[in-house]
């Protein structure tokens, strides 16, 4: 007989049904999940899966009459395949908080309070003291009933505790995962040790289930993140290391003919040099946003070695009256040598160059401005832009910054960086 209890059992586990398959689907597709957690994820949902089925195959034996034989086996499997989860549930735990299975004493209590629940369950289909099937389909319960729910129960409450235990090394979403997937789980096992609110046991392994679904969601997002950011460290990186090798033949060249004819400006060189190198190796290392301050050095060094290499053909003017704000490191210095590299023409007199900041209601900017022959602010596929766009993506990454290029109005390009205030700190935490 069909009752409104039956169609709101049959939602609930219908709702765990399409959740499992979801799960089944998402952590199949997920390229970045490690094998690991991938095995884990697909082991989870498909139990779930199972569970809901078998959930479905005893409610439609309480409509349809069977043989009491394949009742008794449904409701075995069912039970089997539910305590199946909060098993996985202390082997994930475990595996979170980097404690190995051999060596835990949880994992040993847990499939030690599994394997007498196991028993009792075998137990249960000998004699009516746990629960029966009666005539017309229904399961009742038997006095021993919540003997054979109170390892379940333990072993809930073991990883409840082991969650809260373990809490500092795990990250705020994996802990609160836990909880979702546990706290509810537990409280309503543990009331069904007393009274029968079956349909509750399957609306919190829904709860639990996308607890998990959401960990594994949001765990594939941080490393996306966290990829990304690579990317863009890395690709700062590669610009370091790939300094143009005839500016370094040219300085050197530049230092060892002012040995003699200007020792002082030889000397100065040098150490505008080492400051230029030392600052560029630095940014290697540098994996979170810097002092503006300590780009503008970086620029005015490298600017210092250009200076004395074309003498009276590279001018250059700083209007900085604004430095207290944080820039991702090579930010100032590549747009400032994309400049004088491509927008320089040797053969149109001398080249200006000009470094302003400016804060604004919203943001600090930095704008560099040239006279040089400049080039198109919408092609993406040549060097220039190629260059602008690695800056671009690293402030985006680390700060929610913006890059943009625009055409002078006397000739030559501007380039506009806007850092916002307050950035979100967690794009660039670890």
């Avoid at 054979?148 to 333990?154: G, I, Q, Y």
């Avoid at 979170?288 to 005015?300: D, K, Q, Y």
């Avoid at 994309?338 to 149109?348: E, L, Q």
């Avoid at 680390?398 to 979100?424: A, E, H, Q, R």
């Amino acid at each position: 007989m069909v009752d409104i209890s039956s169609i709101f059992y049959f939602s609930v586990l219908s709702a765990g049904l399409v959740l499992s398959l979801m799960g089944m689907w998402f952590t199949s597709s997920m390229p970045g999940i490690d094998r690991w957690s991938k095995r884990f994820f697909m082991r989870y949902f498909i139990i779930l899966n199972l569970c809901c089925v078998s959930c479905f195959a005893e409610l439609i034996e309480h409509i349809y009459p069977v043989p009491h034989t394949i009742t008794l086996a449904t409701v075995m499997i069912e039970c089997l395949l539910l305590s199946l989860p909060l098993l996985m549930l202390t082997v994930y735990l475990l595996h979170s908080c980097g404690e190995r299975l051999r060596s835990s004493r949880l994992f040993y209590l847990v499939l030690g309070l599994w394997a007498v629940y196991c028993i009792l369950l075998a137990s249960s289909a000998f004699t009516d003291r746990f629960n029966y099937v009666t005539t017309d389909q229904q399961t009742i319960r038997g006095p021993l009933y919540p003997l054979l729910l109170l390892p379940l129960a333990l072993i809930l409450l073991s990883n409840l505790i082991a969650a809260i235990r373990y809490r500092k090394r795990f990250s705020r979403r994996v802990f609160h995962s836990f909880l979702i997937a546990l706290m509810p789980m537990t409280a309503a096992l543990i009331t069904h040790l007393f009274i029968d609110v079956f349909p509750l046991i399957d609306i919190s392994y829904v709860l639990s289930a996308m607890a998990i679904y959401n960990f594994a969601l949001s765990d594939q997002i941080n490393q996306n993140l966290r990829h990304q950011r690579e990317i863009a460290n890395q690709r700062a990186s590669i610009m370091v290391l790939q300094m143009r090798p005839h500016f370094i033949y040219n300085t050197m060249t530049s230092i060892y003919c002012l040995c003699n004819q200007d020792p002082k400006l030889a000397r100065q060189v040098i150490l505008d040099f080492t400051t230029y190198l030392r600052k560029n190796f630095t940014a290697i290392a540098s994996e979170a946003p810097i002092p503006f301050s300590a780009e503008l050095e970086h620029t005015r060094a490298y600017l210092a070695v250009e200076q004395a290499q074309y003498e009276d053909c590279l001018f250059v003017d700083y209007d900085t009256p604004h430095i207290m704000f944080r820039v991702p490191p090579l930010t100032l210095q590549p747009i400032v040598e994309n400049a004088i590299k491509h927008g320089r023409d040797p053969y149109a007199g001398p080249f200006h160059i000009s470094i302003r900041t400016r804060k604004t209601n919203t943001s600090s900017e930095i704008i560099i401005a040239d006279d040089g022959c400049g080039f198109s602010p919408t092609a993406e596929d040549n060097e220039p832009h190629i260059a602008l766009n690695n800056i671009r993506e690293r402030l985006e990454f680390m700060c929610k910054g913006s890059l943009t290029i625009m055409p002078n109005d006397g000739g030559g390009t501007v380039v506009t960086v806007s850092i916002p205030y307050n950035p979100p700190q967690s794009l660039f935490r670890r």
